[in-house]
């Protein structure tokens, strides 16, 4: 972000992607964390994407920072699946596309916690004919 709280920067701005390949291949080949330079350009990719999650309504104000610090996690953790020959801010965006699924997942999974409800009980000489009870009539007796 710039000092206006602005996620985007012009093409002026912004390292050009053979700066930006040589850098991560820099770093994958010393085996060190990302350069200053190379995580302030992801943060600034992870940053305007998120946003235009936030603008989609798919998650809220909130949750921008956090995943954006996911999204620096996981490019350190799978700087070794980047490939020289691909454009750099398209495998960002990637990786923050892989972050967002995961983020929703993890939401779907709580939310879907909370919204079971117990089943019905069945008896035995439930026969109304409805797709649950022949379901259960091919399970074993308590399954259901």
Not at 50 to 71: C, K, S
Not at 119 to 125: E, L, R, T
Request: charged share 20%; hydrophobic share 40%.
């Amino acid at each position: 972000m710039d000092a206006n709280g602005s996620c985007c920067r012009l093409a002026t701005d912004r390292l050009p992607n053979d700066a930006l390949v040589a850098l991560m291949v820099a770093a994958i080949d010393r085996g060190t964390p990302p350069c200053a330079q190379l995580l302030e350009e992801a943060t600034s990719v992870f940053t305007a994407f998120f946003r235009g999650q936030t603008l989609a309504a798919r998650i809220n104000d909130a949750e921008l920072a956090p995943l954006v610090a996911e999204a620096l996690t996981a490019l350190h953790r799978h700087c070794a699946t980047f490939d020289s020959k691909a454009p750099f801010r398209a495998w960002l965006l990637d990786t923050a596309r892989r972050v967002m699924v995961d983020y929703q997942r993890r939401q779907n999974a709580t939310a879907g916690a909370s919204d079971v409800t117990a089943p019905a009980p069945h008896s035995p000489g439930d026969t109304d004919g409805s797709s649950r009870t022949r379901h259960c009539e091919r399970r074993p007796a308590g399954v259901c």
